[in-house]
């Protein structure tokens, strides 16, 4: 099946700081990508969905102007954590679709990160 | 009341036995039904995924979707020590694609 490959897989930084994640679609053309955020024991949850060439799109209670959303190109997403505080600590994993239907969605391996 | 309801578990089974794992849910808006497997601090992997009601059949799998209940089934026969994961029912509504999740239900199948 289709690959998403995420990168890094687990990051620790320092309070503060911005942490940058890459989601790329290897085999297809993503025409979007979602962004979800899992706490320990719980259920993934949608942060927002970005569309190649537009602005992403944000759920409610996501601060965008933390959680900076890139898709550059049908390939590639990028989800920036700004200033990250211990509370940003969680597993966030990407999906990505291509033009099938909605049972055509792949996730990543998600990435780890861990706010000292 | 959240939209999609599942039990965390953890349900623990000897080998062989038949799983039977389930969600229900609020919105009659949801279309596509779909069942993930997800292994510790990995990504969600896709099982099977369902469109409107009736039963999808895959190797050991069976998934059920009965609309008028609001009520998905993802069964496991012959259920193996490797299938112990987090099972997560996820659904969407026609046309869009982002996912509403359940909670997960934590699955240990004991050899």
């Known amino acids: 099946g289709a690959v998403v490959s995420q990168h890094p897989s687990w990051v620790i930084c320092k309070s503060g700081t911005s942490v940058k994640i890459e989601c790329r679609s290897l085999d297809f053309q993503a025409t979007t990508m979602f962004w979800y955020r899992q706490f320990p024991k719980q259920s993934l949850m949608l942060m927002a969905t970005s569309n190649e060439g537009s602005k992403a799109t944000y759920e409610q209670g996501v601060e965008k102007d933390k959680f900076l959303i890139n898709h550059a190109s049908l390939t590639l997403s990028t989800l920036t954590v700004t200033s990250a505080h211990p509370e940003d600590s969680s597993f966030y994993i990407c999906?990505?679709?291509?033009?099938?239907?909605?049972?055509?969605?792949?996730f990543g391996e998600g990435s780890r990160l861990t706010v000292l | 009341q959240k939209e999609v309801e599942q039990d965390p578990g953890p349900l623990s089974v000897p080998e062989g036995a038949i799983v039977s794992l389930n969600c229900t849910y609020s919105n009659s808006a949801f279309q596509y039904f779909m069942w993930y497997r997800q292994y510790s601090r990995k990504g969600p992997e896709l099982l099977m995924y369902t469109y409107s009601s009736g039963n999808k059949e895959d190797g050991r799998f069976t998934a059920q979707v009965d609309k008028s209940s609001k009520y998905i089934s993802l069964f496991i026969r012959d259920s193996q020590p490797s299938d112990s994961a987090t099972y997560l029912c996820a659904m969407s509504p026609t046309g869009r694609r982002a996912l509403t999740f359940g909670s997960g239900t934590r699955l240990q199948v004991q050899p």
């Open positions: 999906s990505a679709s291509g033009q099938g239907a909605v049972g055509e969605l792949f």
